[in-house]
C-alpha cells in the first residue's frame, strides 16, 4: 500500500505483468514520411524529429517501415546508454511515425494517464534487471512485458492519474510562460543595448536621444575588488548574511564584508564571467569580483551592462581560468546617462522580479509532483 491515498481506497496493490496492461501496436509504414515523424527522447518527451534535431544531423532519412505512433500511444527507446529507460505518450499529433528500435503499445484494463506515471517512477531496478548488455543496455519488449508491477484498481488508477495530469499540465503552463520571460528579457538586452560597436541601441525610452559614450569599467566604480576568502566551516544553510561567490548565493554567515547595492562577477573556473546582483550587508568570498558604481552612474545597471559583455572570454588561457580584476577596470563599454540608465535597469528588474516569480511556482509544482510521486505509489 502506498502512504498517501484517496479517501475510500484501502485494498492493497496487487502484482500484475505488464504485458497484461498494455497491448502492441504493430502497424508500419509503407511510404516514405506517410506521417510527421517522431523522437521519444528523455527530457521533452514526444517531440516533432524535424525541431528535435534542429541543429543536428538526422540519423537516416528513409522512414519505410517506421511504426505508426497513433495519439495516446506509448513508446520507448529499446535501447540506452546510461541504463535508463524512458516511457513517452504521443500527444502532439494523431498519427506520427517512430524508429523500429522504439516499440509501440497501448493501455489494455489500465488508465492511460497512471501507466504513463507507474512505468517511470518506482521501477527502475526492475527495468534495469530486464534490460541486457554489457555496454548500451537493450530493454527487448518481450522482457519488458514479462515484468511484474503493483497497480491498484481502476477508479484508484483514474484517481492518481488524474491528478497527476493536472499537476503535469500546470508544470507545462508555468515552464511556458518562464520561458518566454527569460526570451523577452535576452530580447531586450540585445535591443537595449547597443550591438557590433554602435553608439544607441536599437530601442530607447521617449525622450532619449544623446549617443552613449564610450568609458573603462574602472572609471564607473567606487569599488571593484575581490571577495575575501572564508571557511566552508563558517558557511551554514541559515544565518545573519548571505554568503555570495561566484555562482550566486552559497549560504549564510553571522558577519559580512560589504553593505549596500553590488553586482558580483564570478572570477575563477567555469564561472568566470557569471554575474549577480546582491542587496544589503552581505560576504562575498574570494570568488567573487565586487562593483559599486559612482554617483554618475547606477550599480543595477552596471549587472545588466556586464550580462551583455560576455566577460567571461577575458579569463585567462590555463587549468584554472580566472579573471584579473586588473584586466577587467580597463575594459571599455558603452553606456548612457544615469537617468536613462534607471530607465533600462528599471523594465529588466521588473522583467526579473517576473521570471522569478514563475521560477519559484514551478519549482514548488515541480516538488509537489515528486511529493505526490513518492507517497501515491508502491
Known amino acids: 500500500k502506498p502512504a498517501l491515498r484517496f479517501k475510500g481506497f484501502t485494498d492493497p496493490w496487487e502484482q500484475r505483468k505488464v504485458g497484461t496492461l498494455i497491448e502492441d501496436y504493430t502497424e508500419k509504414t509503407v511510404t516514405q514520411n506517410q506521417y510527421p515523424v517522431l523522437t521519444s527522447s528523455q527530457q521533452q518527451g514526444i517531440v516533432l524529429q524535424e525541431d528535435y534535431f534542429a541543429d543536428r544531423q538526422v540519423t537516416t532519412d528513409n522512414n519505410v517501415g517506421y511504426y505508426v505512433l497513433p495519439k495516446g500511444y506509448f513508446t520507448y527507446r529499446s535501447r540506452s546508454d546510461t541504463d535508463v529507460f524512458v516511457f513517452n505518450r504521443n500527444n502532439i499529433v494523431d498519427k506520427g511515425i517512430i524508429s523500429y528500435y522504439y516499440p509501440v503499445f497501448a493501455p489494455k484494463s489500465c488508465d492511460s494517464n497512471f501507466l504513463l506515471r507507474r512505468l517511470n517512477h518506482g521501477i527502475k531496478k526492475q527495468l534495469s534487471m530486464a534490460a541486457e548488455g554489457t555496454g548500451q543496455k537493450v530493454l527487448a519488449h518481450a522482457k519488458f512485458k514479462n515484468m511484474v508491477v503493483d497497480v491498484p484498481s481502476q477508479s484508484e488508477q483514474e484517481k492518481i492519474g488524474t491528478i497527476l495530469e493536472e499537476l503535469d499540465t500546470l508544470i507545462t503552463l508555468h515552464q511556458r510562460k518562464y520561458e518566454k520571460l527569460v526570451n523577452i528579457k535576452k530580447s531586450m538586452l540585445d535591443k ?147 537617468q536613462e540608465q534607471e530607465k533600462i535597469s528599471g523594465v529588466l528588474t521588473a522583467l526579473d522580479t517576473l521570471i522569478t516569480l514563475h521560477q519559484r511556482k514551478l519549482e514548488k509544482l515541480q516538488n509537489i509532483k515528486k511529493s505526490c510521486l513518492e507517497k501515491m505509489f508502491v
Open 192 to 338: 537595449m543595448f547597443p550591438q557590433n560597436g554602435a553608439s544607441v541601441p536599437e530601442i530607447r525610452f521617449k525622450g532619449f536621444t544623446d549617443p552613449w559614450e564610450q568609458r573603462k569599467l574602472g572609471d564607473l566604480c567606487v569599488e571593484f575588488r575581490s571577495g575575501e576568502f572564508i571557511s566552508a566551516s563558517d558557511i551554514t544553510e541559515t544565518g545573519e548574511y548571505p554568503v555570495f561567490g561566484g555562482n550566486g548565493l552559497r549560504g549564510f554567515t553571522d558577519r559580512f564584508n560589504h553593505d549596500g547595492e553590488y553586482t558580483l562577477i564570478g572570477r575563477q573556473g567555469a564561472l568566470c564571467g557569471n554575474v549577480n546582483f546582491a542587496v544589503g550587508k552581505s560576504y562575498f568570498t574570494e570568488h567573487a569580483i565586487a562593483v559599486r558604481a559612482d554617483k554618475k552612474n547606477q550599480t543595477r545597471f552596471l549587472y545588466y551592462l556586464f550580462s551583455t559583455m560576455d566577460l567571461g572570454q577575458y579569463s585567462g588561457q590555463s587549468a584554472q581560468p580566472g579573471l584579473a580584476v586588473g584586466n577587467l577596470v580597463e575594459l571599455k563599454s558603452t553606456l548612457p546617462d544615469k
